[in-house]
């Protein structure tokens, strides 16, 4: 079973209580998995968080998210080919168009010390986040979660050896930031889902 299938399963029903003494302050020397402090930070964050176990879960999820919002017969800026299905799918129009219902895209990696999602020019080219849409959409997968920024910045070297990416961000706050909140003051907070799918099996 994996990490996510007790997260979100029976295991998540479990009461606040035990949840509460497995972080006891007295229990000093437990470890908290990547998975399991992305998760908790991204839910911190104001993020909306949906585990998929396979493709067609990522489909179901997706035409949710659409069903909820009402984003039918709208432009959506996508610039990863392999996400096209998904709106070819649902009858919804690609564009490189910054000003779009919502954004579609992948992502360099998911940081577990903030719960943020990275990302590069890979993925929203030269735009900063603040000209991104305020809706984003993110497809993920568990094996892209990383403990810290270090640990991501680290992988996208190995991963791109030549071509290394620019326009490196992370995008953290997901939820309007309250006024007096000066921590976070000029973040741009977005709307987003996460569509995470499972590609790896946990103990």
């Given at each position: 079973?994996?990490?996510?299938?007790?997260?979100?399963?029976?295991?998540?029903?479990?009461?606040?209580?035990?949840?509460?003494?497995?972080?006891?302050?007295?229990?000093?020397?437990?470890?908290?998995?990547?998975?399991?402090?992305?998760?908790?930070?991204?839910?911190?964050?104001?993020?909306?968080?949906?585990?998929?176990?396979?493709?067609?879960?990522?489909?179901?999820?997706?035409?949710?998210?659409?069903?909820?919002?009402?984003?039918?017969?709208?432009?959506?800026?996508?610039?990863?080919?392999?996400?096209?299905?998904?709106?070819?799918?649902?009858?919804?129009?690609?564009?490189?168009?910054?000003k779009s219902k919502f954004m579609l895209s992948s992502c360099e990696n998911l940081i577990a010390d903030d719960g943020s999602?990275?990302?590069?020019?890979?993925?929203?080219?030269?735009?900063?986040?603040?000209?991104?849409?305020?809706?984003?959409?993110?497809?993920?997968?568990?094996?892209?979660?990383?403990?810290?920024?270090?640990?991501?910045?680290?992988?996208?070297?190995?991963?791109?050896?030549?071509?290394?990416?620019?326009?490196?961000?992370?995008?953290?706050?997901?939820?309007?930031?309250?006024?007096?909140?000066?921590l976070n003051y000029g973040s741009a907070a977005k709307n987003l889902y996460l569509l995470l799918l499972e590609d790896q099996?946990?103990?």
């Amino acid at each position: 079973m994996s990490l996510f299938k007790k997260l979100f399963g029976l295991a998540d029903e479990a009461s606040d209580d035990n949840k509460d003494k497995d972080a006891s302050p007295f229990n000093p020397d437990q470890k908290v998995s990547s998975d399991e402090l992305f998760t908790s930070n991204f839910k911190k964050n104001g993020g909306k968080f949906l585990y998929c176990e396979n493709l067609e879960e990522i489909k179901e999820q997706f035409l949710n998210i659409l069903e909820e919002n009402d984003w039918f017969e709208c432009d959506v800026l996508c610039f990863d080919t392999k996400l096209f299905y998904l709106l070819d799918e649902n009858k919804l129009n690609y564009t490189k168009k910054e000003k779009s219902k919502f954004m579609l895209s992948s992502c360099e990696n998911l940081i577990a010390d903030d719960g943020s999602v990275f990302l590069t020019s890979n993925q929203i080219k030269h735009f900063k986040p603040h000209e991104l849409p305020t809706n984003m959409v993110v497809f993920a997968r568990t094996s892209q979660i990383l403990q810290s920024k270090s640990d991501g910045l680290r992988e996208i070297k190995k991963s791109y050896d030549k071509n290394y990416p620019t326009n490196i961000t992370t995008i953290k706050y997901f939820e309007k930031v309250k006024e007096e909140d000066f921590l976070n003051y000029g973040s741009a907070a977005k709307n987003l889902y996460l569509l995470l799918l499972e590609d790896q099996l946990h103990e």
